[in-house]
């Protein structure tokens, strides 16, 4: 069983930056590939990015250039970085983990999910 908590989400000004952390408990961390996604009001749940154990990275091609996604195995932590942040990055951030090589970008594959946390863009 793994329990991820997300923190670092908040209120910012577009422009600004956030960095979001996703702690994960286990003993095996470094075996599972973690992703994020997230949902804005009204809107379905999309993949931001995904990463495997071993750092290789994935993300959604709209993604590309301003997130950021990255992991330290010795702190059982992943992060995702966020650069020019807009108001239609507003949404609440999810991690998300699966034990496995590959890097699924279906929220159905994933098996463990963090509670989310808000982040909203002020324009």
């Known amino acids: 069983q793994v329990q991820l908590v997300e923190s670092g989400g908040g209120l910012v000004q577009a422009g600004g930056s956030l960095r979001l952390s996703c702690a994960a408990s286990g003993r095996t961390f470094s075996s599972y590939a973690m992703g994020w996604f997230r949902q804005a009001p009204g809107k379905a749940r999309e993949f931001v990015a995904a990463?495997?154990?071993?750092?290789?990275?994935y993300y959604a091609d709209s993604k590309k250039g301003r997130f950021t996604i990255s992991r330290d195995n010795a702190k059982n932590t992943a992060y995702l970085q966020i650069n020019s942040l807009k108001p239609g990055d507003t949404a609440v951030y999810y991690c998300?983990?699966?034990?496995?090589?590959?890097?699924?970008?279906?929220?159905?594959?994933?098996?463990?999910w963090g509670q989310g946390t808000q982040v909203t863009v002020s324009s």
């Open positions: 998300v983990a699966k034990d496995s090589v590959r890097l699924p970008v279906s929220s159905d594959e994933y098996d463990y």
């Open positions: 990463i495997s154990g071993g750092g290789i990275t």
